[in-house]
């Protein structure tokens, strides 16, 4: 019989105790041959409702109209995290251009400091002679 064997029936008349479906296809009254058919009308309409393709709509619907709000959330989420890792990786990319830049310029920077300490030797010179100049004329 499937799932009907577990169906219990009452029958509000006189208290009658419970019977299961097994019992009432036992029956050979005219009761349990309404009862019988009343159970599987009733099971027939609940499938169709069940199964109906309108209902099947209502349900994707629904499903979507809860599922919506968590996807956007969702979505926003990501659109954020995906521009702040753009943004990191635009600034991992200047800050290696900057370091490439600067080791290539080490040469340059080395060039300066041997000019740098070239005047200051000049201008050690310079300033020895100016003052053997003046020492040099005060002794006259």
């Known amino acids: 019989m499937g799932s009907r064997d577990y169906i219990k029936i009452t029958t509000m008349a006189n208290n009658v105790p419970r019977k ?12 349990g041959r309404l009862v019988k058919n009343c159970l599987q009308n009733t099971e027939s309409i609940l499938l169709a ?3 109906e393709p309108s209902l099947a709509m209502y349900r994707i619907t629904e499903h979507v109209r809860k599922s919506v709000v968590q996807m956007v959330g969702t979505k926003e989420t990501s659109q954020a995290t995906s521009d702040r890792l753009t943004g990191a990786i635009y600034d991992t990319d200047y800050a290696i251009a ?9 040469d340059t920077f080395r060039a300066i400091n041997a000019d740098l300490k070239n005047a200051i030797h000049i201008s050690q010179q310079l300033a020895y002679k100016m003052q053997q100049r003046r020492s040099s004329g005060h002794k006259k």
């Open 20 to 31: 299961t479906v097994k019992e009432a296809d036992s029956l050979q009254t005219d009761e």
């Open 49 to 51: 409702a069940a199964n």
């Open 98 to 106: 900057a370091s490439a830049s600067a080791a290539k310029s080490l």
